[in-house]
C-alpha cells in the first residue's frame, strides 16, 4: 500500500508550525505518494486564532494548497480538505465551502462543543463521554464527513479504560460501520516526540488499545493519518509502530485509492442535493 495522509495542518490554524511547502517537501522526501491538507476549520462569525484559522484565511488556503498541488502533480498527489467539529449551527457554512468546489473533503475532528453561534466554547469533560460519541455520531449521520480523525480523542479527558468507555466506543465503531465510514488511526505517536523535544506540540494519550481491539472485532474501515502539525510529522513517522499496531488488532486499512473514491462518492451526494 503506498503512503498516504489526509491529515494534515498549516500554520494557518495557530498551533501548527512550518510553511505550506515544506510540508509538501517532506512528505515527497519520505516517499508520500498522496498528501491531503486538512487545516481547522473556520466557525462562522467566530474567532479563535490559536485554535483554527479564521474565514478570511479561507482564500489563501486554498489558493496556496492548490499552487502546490499544479507545482507538485508529477511527483504527489495533493488534495485539500479541512478538519470539522460538528457544530450544527456552523454546518450551512461548511457544506457551503463543499459546494464551491475548492475543499474537496472533510474529516470530522471533534474537540469541542458548542449548542449555537453565541454559546461558549466548551471542552468535553469526564462526564460527558456520551456527549462526545453524541456528537460524533451525529456528524457522521450528515452523510458530508470522509472519516473520523482521532475518534478516541476522549482519551484526552476520559483517562479511564472501564465498562462505560468500553460501551461508548462500542456505539461510536458500531455506527461507523453501519453508516461505511472509516475511523483515523491517527499514528502521530512518535511523531508527537519530535514535537515535545522542539517544543512545538504536545503528547497524545491515544491511540487507546480499548477502542482499536473493538474496531477490529467489529470489523469498521481505518485510515492512516499523521495529524501533522509541523513538516517535521513527515520524518521518521512511525509506520513501523503502525504496522505492528495494526497487526496486533487485526484492522482493515484501506488504501489511498479507497479513500479518495469516498471523496467523489461525497461529492456527487453533494451535488444530487
Known sequence: MSKYNFHSHTKRCGHASGEDEEYVLSAIENGYKTLGFSDHTPIYGFTQPRIRMNEGQIIDYTRSVNSLKEKYKDEIDIHIGLEVEYFPFNMPYVESLLKEGEIEYIILGQHFYKE???????????????????????????????????????????????????????????????????????????????????????????????????????GADVVLGLDAHTPLAYYDSPLEWADEFIKKHNLHVISSEEVIARINKIKNNLALK
Open 116 to 218: 449555537s453561534r453565541e454559546s461558549e466554547l466548551y471542552l468535553y469533560d469526564e462526564n460527558e463521554l456520551s456527549l462526545y460519541v453524541d456528537h460524533v455520531i451525529k456528524g457522521i449521520e450528515t452523510g458530508l464527513f470522509l472519516y473520523i480523525a482521532h475518534p478516541d480523542h476522549y482519551g484526552l479527558f476520559y483517562h479511564r479504560q472501564d465498562e462505560n468507555s468500553y460501551n461508548e466506543a462500542k456505539r461510536l465503531i458500531l455506527k461507523a460501520k453501519e453508516l461505511g465510514i472509516p475511523l483515523e488511526l491517527n499514528i502521530s505517536k512518535l511523531a508527537n516526540n519530535i514535537r515535545a523535544e522542539k517544543d512545538l506540540f504536545f503528547l497524545v494519550p491515544f491511540p487507546i488499545e480499548q477502542f482499536w481491539k473493538l474496531v477490529g472485532e467489529i
